[in-house]
Structure formats: structure tokens, C-alpha cells
């Protein structure tokens, strides 16, 4: 992780290196692993948006959306994410972490913790 800082606008990520990323719902948090921006989303109650973590490149390109969880209900957006080294993980409504590579998006394993 560096300490490149990106700045939340709303639905609007300002990068470092100036480009700005129009998203769909409110940002909730940022973390950077490895030179990508994991970008968490706030999701409405009523609104059924599981995948709500994406992975953004420094010059604002979306690298990836995480992918589906199989084990979740219609509507478990996640609610956390945090990095233990080059590890991010990533929490549900429900009460699953999950660890999800970050350069892929793709999930590596899964614990219910709740």
C-alpha cells in the first residue's frame, strides 16, 4: 500500500493522477493495494447491488467488478473492506469475509464470521 491519497466526491473519485470516475451509487471507502483502487459503494437498503467493490487503475479505468459470491442472499452488499499487508478483505451485511484479490477482483476464500 502507498500513500497516494484519492479524493471522494459523492459518486466521484478523483485519482492522483487527476482522472476523476463517475460511479453509480455513493463511495463509502477507498483502499490502495499494489496501485489499484479498491472503491467500495454505498448501497440503499432496498437496492439488490451485491458486487459493490471495484477495482479502479491510476489513470481511472475500471479494472474489475468483484466477483459474485454464491454463498449470499438477493441483497448482502459489503459493508467493510480492509488490508492485512498485500491481503484485502472485505465483510457482508450478512456476516461472511471474504478475501478478494486485488488485482483481479476475483474472491480467494470465505469465512462466516458473524
Same mark, same amino acid.
Not at 490502495?32 to 491510476?58: C, H, Q, S, T
Not at 450478512?94 to 477482483?105: K, L, M, W, Y
Given at each position: 500500500m502507498t500513500d497516494?491519497k484519492?479524493q471522494l466526491y459523492?459518486?466521484?473519485?478523483l485519482?492522483?493522477s487527476? @482522472?476523476?470516475v463517475?460511479?453509480?451509487?455513493? /463511495?463509502?471507502?477507498v $483502499?490502495?493495494?499494489?496501485?489499484v483502487f479498491? $472503491?467500495?459503494?454505498? $448501497?440503499?437498503?432496498?437496492? @439488490?447491488?451485491?458486487e459493490?467493490i471495484f &477495482?479502479i @487503475?491510476?489513470? !481511472? !479505468?475500471?479494472?474489475?467488478?468483484?466477483?459474485?459470491?454464491?454463498? +449470499? &442472499?438477493?441483497?448482502?452488499?459489503? $459493508? &467493510?473492506?480492509s488490508v492485512?499487508?498485500a +491481503?484485502?478483505? @472485505?465483510?457482508?451485511?450478512s &456476516?461472511? +469475509?471474504v478475501?478478494?484479490d486485488a488485482?483481479? !477482483?476475483? /474472491?480467494? !476464500?470465505?469465512k462466516f464470521v458473524?
Amino acid at each position: 500500500m502507498t500513500d497516494r491519497k484519492a479524493q471522494l466526491y459523492g459518486k466521484r473519485l478523483l485519482l492522483p493522477s487527476g @482522472a476523476s470516475v463517475p460511479l453509480d451509487h455513493p /463511495i463509502a471507502e477507498v $483502499v490502495e493495494v499494489d496501485g489499484v483502487f479498491l $472503491v467500495r459503494l454505498e $448501497v440503499l437498503a432496498k437496492a @439488490a447491488y451485491n458486487e459493490n467493490i471495484f &477495482g479502479i @487503475a491510476p489513470d !481511472g !479505468g475500471i479494472l474489475w467488478r468483484v466477483q459474485p459470491f454464491s454463498h +449470499r &442472499g438477493e441483497n448482502d452488499p459489503y $459493508v &467493510g473492506l480492509s488490508v492485512d499487508g498485500a +491481503r484485502v478483505f @472485505a465483510n457482508t451485511w450478512s &456476516g461472511f +469475509r471474504v478475501e478478494i484479490d486485488a488485482q483481479t !477482483g476475483r /474472491i480467494l !476464500g470465505h469465512k462466516f464470521v458473524k
